[in-house]
């Protein structure tokens, strides 16, 4: 754990405090003080998320630092989506999962600040494409597993909302095809990169892990319909496990490490 | 299963999981696998009344059977079936301005040899480059056990990053380190020059402009040297050094020393290698190649962080010593005894790669039938293979690239696959819901 004491550590806790703020606002049924509150912490986030590419001098998505960044900055594009688009409400939990997200980048030491070059297998026209469909794609699925376990709890954790199974498919529908593209980008990248589309990496493998389980679920609820809900809605917080896997987990444990070791 | 199996086989790495997949029992799965995804089209005529459904299935067996097309096995398959034996994937080395249309098979487990196969078409190696990013530092940061010798300085050697980084522990010694900045110190070029030096204590004792007649009195030796050659591609042939085909810089002078008892010695001095094997000659002798202004960073600050104290260095490249150098115990007075030869040491390195450049002709009976450079990303595709720019070198026959070649068997279905599981995906998750919404039947919330 450290402090990250230069202009972009300091973007980044002012992004968390305005998220912070912005859910607090909201869950306090103050709505409109809320929005415009998480509209500056959108605004800033935006702005860091900008100066780290300036910084950078290529797009803010090779390190895990980066990743999160870009999570963060996505999250309120999804929620605003969320709720005009979808009408899944409970924006103060995804202010709140904003805060979170941003808590690796501006916390923890190992996901270092310090910006590095590309390497010739990351200058692909598929790197951006690649990574901000995942990115879009986690943000869905996260909200998605937030709203899942209002319906596995079976009361209304998340005010203004009542139906969660209805709200958590509407996200996965969202997330899904994003998670699709993102694998189908990495594989076509990895096949004009060195040759192979698939390598049975660890990280592939929990990506496609990620993938299968939104697939059952989407077979179950082609079979099922509303019936099974609660089975549902554990494959969406499974789900988003081992997305967390996916992205953490395979950078993190030694065990795990491999072609993508790189975005340490 | 998949799901169960490809999170166990995580923990095994990338090429025992390889192995484990292909096995012959998983193979048969794959196989049923797809076999079942095409009885679905049969079994579920729903799917046909749904485009989006339909198109995200045809993907899945579309991707399963390019899968086992291209892979070891559906090579042998496909080897059996059209009598013509395609190799699944190998290498080739091609030398700069030489064709070649030999290729090192892969075998096809780790004990049996590798074979060679010849294609029917010869790949020439027009130029070879490599693109260096310019905004990095020219040298390397290393941590290493000076008091070890020989072999074990290489085995007691830790690379440090090239640009300003985490903090990295020194095993063993309870120091961490973190890279601050590069600097740039040295505002002038630095023309190529001999370097004389001690062995022992480093101490130069001078330098000679490399210029052929130019030389130097050195009293405290009693000797002069005088630079009597010089060679762009120094090489030895039949123990004679002789000037090499042009294209490669391997710089070196031949050095006249006169000491003043006897006759004159000849010898050559060459580029100084990073590690100079035990010598009883307390003399050093050394080329000192040109550097460039814009190779001039040559100091650079780190921190280092030992029992909770913290201190910012700075470490200065000597050029004409070859690198730069701080020992730890100058740092710490009390570190254990196991790290008290260890020093941080900046030594002469490239700046990081940007990307290899290979441009490559496919010759068939001489004519030249296509044209590319193959980069990183950009691989060449011709005559039922892909080629990968992998690896490059030089050797007393010139500098060579090797290509790593694939087999496109399976791609055409794969690459279908994705398509149609995108369009699939997309269609049935987002547009259908868009086109239900906008009619006026609100998003659906279930099949």
């Known amino acids: ?264 | 299963m998949v799901i169960v199996l490809s999170a166990a086989a995580s923990f095994l790495g990338a090429d025992r999981a390889a192995m484990l997949f292909r096995s012959w029992p998983l193979a048969i799965f794959w196989v049923l696998l797809t076999v079942v995804g095409i009885v679905g089209f049969i079994a579920f005529p729903r799917l046909w009344r749904r485009p989006g459904l339909l198109a995200m299935h045809a993907g899945v067996v579309l991707i399963l059977a390019g899968s086992i097309w291209s892979s070891p096995t559906g090579h042998q398959l496909a080897e059996r079936l059209t009598g013509r034996a395609k190799p699944r994937r190998g290498w080739m080395r091609i030398y700069e301005q030489q064709a070649s249309n030999i290729m090192a098979v892969e075998a096809s487990s780790p004990d049996q040899p590798a074979t060679a196969a010849r294609l029917d078409f010869s790949l020439r190696l027009r130029s070879f480059t490599i693109e260096r990013y310019r905004d990095t530092p020219s040298w390397d940061l290393v941590a290493m056990n000076m008091a070890a010798a020989g072999d074990e300085i290489q085995a007691s050697m830790i690379d440090l990053p090239e640009t300003p980084s985490r903090w990295i522990d020194l095993p063993g010694t309870g120091v961490r380190v973190r890279v601050d900045k590069y600097l740039d110190v040295h505002p002038m070029r630095i023309d190529p020059r001999v370097v004389i030096r001690l062995r022992n204590s480093g101490q130069v004792l001078g330098k000679i402009p490399a210029e052929v007649g130019a030389g130097i009195d050195l009293p405290q030796l009693g000797a002069s040297f005088e630079i009597v050659k010089l060679f762009e591609n120094f090489r030895i042939e039949n123990g004679q050094a002789v000037e090499g085909p042009p294209g490669r810089y391997n710089p070196a002078a031949e050095i006249r020393a006169d000491f003043g008892q006897g006759d004159p010695v000849t010898f050559w001095a060459r580029r100084r290698a990073r590690q100079d094997p035990e010598s009883e000659n307390p003399l050093e002798v050394y080329y000192a190649p040109a550097v460039p202004l814009d190779e001039l960073p040559g100091a650079i600050f780190v921190e280092l962080e030992y029992q909770g104290q913290t201190q910012m260095y700075r470490i200065d490249a000597d050029y004409d010593a070859g690198f730069g150098e701080m020992p730890l115990a100058a740092v710490f007075d009390d570190l254990p005894a196991g790290a008290q030869g260890i020093s941080l040491v900046l030594l002469p390195g490239q700046r990081m790669v940007k990307d290899y450049l290979a441009d490559v002709a496919v010759l068939v009976d001489g004519e030249v039938r296509s044209q590319k450079t193959i980069e990183v990303n950009h691989p060449l595709g011709y005559g039922g293979y892909h080629f990968y720019q992998v690896d490059h070198g030089s050797d007393e026959r010139g500098t060579y690239t090797i290509l790593s070649v694939v087999s496109d068997n399976g791609w055409l279905a794969v690459r279908s696959g994705f398509v149609a599981l995108l369009f699939g995906t997309f269609w049935q998750l987002w547009f259908v819901p868009v086109l239900r919404a906008r009619k006026g039947k609100g998003v659906a919330g279930g099949a």
């Open chain 1, 1 to 264: 754990m450290e402090l990250k004491l230069t202009l972009q550590g300091a973007m980044i806790y002012a992004t968390m405090v305005l998220y912070v703020v912005a859910g607090l606002a909201m869950l306090l049924k103050f709505r409109r003080v809320g929005w415009v509150v998480a509209a500056a912490g959108f605004l800033c986030a935006s702005t860091s998320w900008l100066y780290r590419w300036a910084h950078a001098d290529h797009f803010p998505a090779q390190t895990m630092f980066e990743v999160f960044l870009t999570l963060g900055m996505v999250l309120p594009l999804l929620s605003a989506l969320g709720r005009w688009g979808l009408k899944t409400p409970a924006s103060w939990a995804d202010m709140l999962l904003g805060a979170a997200i941003l808590f690796p980048a501006g916390f923890v030491a190992r996901f270092a600040e310090a910006p590095q070059k590309l390497p010739p297998a990351l200058q692909s026209g598929l790197f951006v494409p690649h990574v901000m469909a995942y990115m879009a794609a986690y943000v869905a699925m996260a909200k998605a597993a937030i709203l899942a376990v209002g319906e596995i709890l079976g009361r209304p954790v998340l005010p203004g909302l009542v139906d969660y199974d209805r709200a958590t498919y509407r996200m996965i529908c969202l997330g899904f095809p994003l998670l699709t593209l993102g694998l189908v980008l990495g594989s076509w990248w990895a096949k004009l990169a060195i040759g192979d589309f698939w390598h049975w990496d660890p990280k592939e493998l929990w990506s496609l892990v990620s993938w299968l389980v939104y697939v059952g679920y989407f077979h179950l609820r082609y079979r099922l319909g509303r019936r099974g809900r609660k089975f549902q809605a554990a494959l969406a917080v499974l789900g988003l496990a081992a997305i967390v896997v996916t992205l953490l987990a395979v950078t993190l444990l030694p065990a795990l490490r491999g072609w993508h070791s790189y975005a340490d």
